[in-house]
């Protein structure tokens, strides 16, 4: 592969970083549940969840409807990128906890209010 | 206690199920038999490694580290895999003989090594983490110690079970076993490692193509076992369904051509 071929691939693997208008959204982890637990997002577009473990434990942030899986380490952050997603509701647990780490996702469609 | 029993058992059978393909090839062929010992220990050192420095290298990429590096290590794991499907099928269906010059002997044990290692690395990683939280709950350690013997006990058991179960097939029956399984295996791990580049925001996506929760759900038994063999979906997105059919598509249509002047029946 010659440096021609790489410049012109290079825009493309640098598409998913360069991304301006990121939906963004937060959620926190206290005490195995999760903050809030109900999470309203635009379907048809990604969206950006940065997740804060307030606990000392690690946890698993997972979800099979969504396709994420990610563990944050106590007292730390981290960041998952979700869709873009139908309009619909998608649940998430804790791995760890999942007794009390629950939570979900609803996408709901840009132009509904 | 059952919460554990599953996670463990997800992150013990990906292993088990790799290592009893990997080892009844090198077995079958007489490769070197000792690289799973040199495996298994390069695995939990990695393990121990990544575990210690899991919170410093998911601050990497702005905050997206975990995923590179086990995207990174699954895409490793693929090509070392079709590595191994493709050198052992030339060896079989060409040169009807194992391997007698140490190129290929030594390309095949140390791509083996390398799966298992890493393999190791990620999922004892993960075990590990797991359990570091277990100091802060002493109400729930004996149940989550019992619980990993018991996960941990039952992906051994699946793994010893798909070994056995393969080892006795006739040579003709069992390459044609083995290469189907890699072939769905290693199409597996390079979308499960596509998965985590659209996580970690790398590759932009789409809605997903279908969902065949309704046939088997994600959460069933079923649904995590093919998961961890797998890596089945039951909503994936185009860029892994490409990159499975692409995978499976490049391995099977290799295989045929490496067939077609086949020295064995």
């Known amino acids: 592969m010659n440096r021609k071929t790489v410049l012109l691939l290079l825009p493309f693997l640098l598409t998913g970083t360069i991304q301006a208008d990121d939906n963004l959204f937060h959620l926190k982890i206290n005490r195995h549940l999760f903050y809030p ?63 009390t780490a629950q939570g979900k996702i609803i996408a709901v469609p840009a132009d509904k209010p | 206690m059952l919460t554990t029993v599953i996670i463990i058992l997800r992150e013990v059978l990906e292993a088990a199920i790799l290592i009893s393909l990997l080892m009844v090839l090198h077995l079958k062929f007489r490769f070197y038999r000792h690289w799973l010992g040199i495996a298994i220990g390069a695995g ?99 149940s989550m110690i019992i619980g990993g013997i018991i996960g941990g006990g039952l992906g051994l058991c699946i793994g010893v079970l798909s070994f056995t179960i393969l080892y006795q097939l006739a040579m003709r029956n069992l390459m044609a076993g083995l290469s189907l399984l890699l072939i769905l295996v290693t199409a597996g791990v390079m979308t499960e490692a596509t998965q985590y580049f659209i996580q970690a925001g790398w590759i932009l996506t789409t809605e997903p193509l279908w969902d065949t929760t309704a046939f088997i759900s994600e959460s069933s038994v079923a649904g995590q076992l093919l998961y961890a063999v797998f890596a089945y979906e039951a909503s994936p997105t185009l860029e892994e369904v490409m990159v499975w059919c692409l ?19």
Request: proline letters at 6%.
């Open chain 1, 37 to 99: 637990d109900t999470l309203v997002v635009p379907a048809g577009t990604r969206i950006k969840v940065i997740i804060e473990n307030q606990d000392p434990t690690p946890e698993e942030f997972e979800s099979f409807e969504l396709n994420r899986e990610k563990i944050i380490m106590g007292n730390t952050s981290a960041t998952v990128f979700i869709g873009p997603l139908k309009p619909g509701t998608y649940p998430f647990f804790g791995e760890f906890n999942p007794e």
């Open chain 2, 44 to 142: 939990i050192v990695g393990a121990s490694l990544y575990a210690k420095a899991f919170g410093n290298i998911s601050t990497w990429f702005d905050g997206s580290g975990q995923e590179i590096i086990n995207g990174l290590s699954l895409l490793c794991i693929g090509i070392c895999l079709s590595l191994q499907l493709l050198l052992s099928s030339w060896h079989y269906r060409r040169l009807a003989k194992p391997p007698d010059s140490p190129l290929p002997i030594f390309t095949l044990t140390l791509t083996a090594i390398l799966i298992m290692a890493m393999a190791i690395t990620r999922e004892g990683a993960e075990i590990i983490v797991y359990y570091s939280g277990i100091t802060g709950q002493q109400r729930h350690s004996h």
């Open chain 2, 247 to 265: 995978t499976a598509g490049l391995l099977g249509g290799s295989l045929f051509l490496i067939q077609r002047k086949s020295h064995v029946s």
